[in-house]
């Protein structure tokens, strides 16, 4: 990218002369702000993940984690044949996982359900089991596949929050 003689960082407003960092917003970074701790950079061997990206505490609040509800949280949905009529129950590990990531994440739980009245079950059912959330989200694509370069495959709830860990410097 070039600039041109003056531009202003997107962080604190002072001006930037000669070289910058642009953010996944594409706003421009002075290097006291890119190396800010507020500021949280994903590198995997080195290399920033999701192409260049940061996310500005100052700016921006506590980053965002979207945790889908079905499969993920529970491990099963409306839709699975089961025998008998038995419940979705939590999976392992979820409690203790969302709780640690809601001490510095904005927890958003998303979900395919469509109607308002499923939004509020499952904001009862995270309630009742204790899980932290900020908001619950419905009408998530339907798809068979979700490919995105900030995605973390879900296994369990262990390798889920290492595989997080790993990620933030």
């Known amino acids: 990218m070039k600039l041109s ?9 002072k001006e930037i002369n000669g070289v910058a ?5 594409m706003q ?3 290097d006291d702000c890119w ?3 507020s500021v949280i950079f994903s590198t995997v061997e080195g290399y920033p993940t999701g192409s260049h990206w940061s996310w500005n505490t100052k700016m921006m ?14 491990d099963l949905c409306g839709a699975c044949k089961v025998d008998g009529d ?5 999976q392992p590990g979820a409690v203790e996982a969302i ?6 994440f904005t927890i958003k739980i998303f979900t395919g359900r469509r109607s308002v009245l499923q939004k509020i079950e499952i904001e009862e059912k995270l309630n009742k089991w204790g899980i932290p959330f900020d908001e619950v989200m419905i009408n998530k694509p339907q798809a068979c596949f979700m490919i995105d ?7 369990s709830w262990k390798t889920t929050i290492e595989e997080i860990r790993g990620r933030l410097r």
């Open 5 to 13: 003689n003056m531009a202003i960082c997107a962080s604190c407003g």
């Open 21 to 25: 960092h642009i953010d996944c917003r």
């Open 28 to 30: 421009l970074t002075c």
């Open 35 to 37: 190396g800010d701790k």
């Open 61 to 74: 609040g506590k980053p965002i984690v979207t945790i889908d509800f079905d499969h993920t949280i529970t």
């Open 86 to 90: 038995r419940l979705a129950k939590i």
């Open 99 to 104: 709780t640690e990531l809601s001490k510095d």
């Open 149 to 155: 370069d900030r995605a973390v495959h879900h296994k």
